[in-house]
T-cell receptor
Framework: DTEVTQTPKHLVMGMTNKKSLKCEQH?????MYWYKQKAKKPPELMFV???????INESVPSRFSPECPNSSLLNLHLHALQPEDSALYLC??????????????FGPGTRLLVL | GQNIDQPTEMTATEGAIVQINCTYQ??????LFWYQQHAGEAPTFLSY??LDGLEEKGRFSSFLSRSKGYSYLLLKELQMKDSASYLC??????????????WGLGTSLAVNP
């Protein structure tokens, strides 16, 4: 089973709203990732959690706030977003972080539109 | 620095073979991945190469030459469902032993009947 699930599939929010994206995996993976992807562009790394601790923050604006409540769950809290934040938000997980041969498996993504 | 180049678009015919090339320049190479991404969907893992040579997996094969900074993805017996974007990603070791994926811009493959 290489399934990563994400909810919701689609989200429309205003610039003053607060919303959360959720990601879940039950593969026993200890590393989880948030990516942002714009149309016709590759995924852009935002955050990496390893063993439930934030390992990488790619200088993401504070209006994006990640949270890892346990080893299976990863959230991305959104507040005061801008229209340019509209994108596909992808969650991924891998067995570990920083090891050879690790492969990232992606969830289906949440398509976010900020009005 | 890092740089990954792959063709923007390719077209092929159903049943044919297509080769998608990827060249890279990185300062700490630690493996190369190919992902397939259909429009509006998540990337799906296809293959991983860290040593030179060919890795075969069904209709898909991937080749790596580290000395040339070069990889290709070979798709045989093309099917219409293979129409997708193919992303080349290189894992790079950075300071502190952090490993990060550097992504190419993707090759959009159109398979015609």
């Amino acid at each position: 089973d290489t399934e990563v699930t994400q909810t919701p599939k689609h989200l429309v929010m205003g610039m003053t709203n607060k919303k959360s994206l959720k990601c879940e995996q039950h593969m026993g993976h200890r590393a989880m990732y948030w990516y942002k992807q714009k149309a016709k562009k590759p995924p852009e790394l935002m955050f990496v959690y390893s063993y439930e601790k934030l390992s990488i923050n790619e200088s993401v604006p504070s209006r994006f706030s990640p949270e890892c409540p346990n080893s299976s769950l990863l959230n991305l809290h959104l507040h005061a977003l801008q229209p340019e934040d509209s994108a596909l938000y992808l969650c991924a997980s891998s067995q570990d972080f920083g090891r050879e041969y690790e492969t990232q498996y992606f969830g289906p993504g949440t398509r976010l539109l900020v009005l | 620095g890092q740089n990954i180049d792959q063709p923007t678009e390719m077209t092929a015919t159903e049943g044919a073979i297509v080769q998608i090339n990827c060249t890279y320049q990185t300062s700490g190479f630690n493996g190369l991945f190919w992902y397939q991404q259909h429009a509006g969907e998540a990337p799906t893992f296809l293959s991983y190469n860290v040593l030179d040579g060919l890795e075969e997996k069904g209709r898909f094969s991937s080749f790596l030459s580290r000395s040339k900074g070069y990889s290709y993805l070979l798709l045989k017996e093309l099917q219409m469902k293979d129409s997708a974007s193919y992303l080349c990603a290189v894992r790079e070791i950075k300071s502190g032993n952090n490993r990060k994926l550097i992504w190419g811009l993707g090759t959009s493959l159109a398979v015609n009947p």
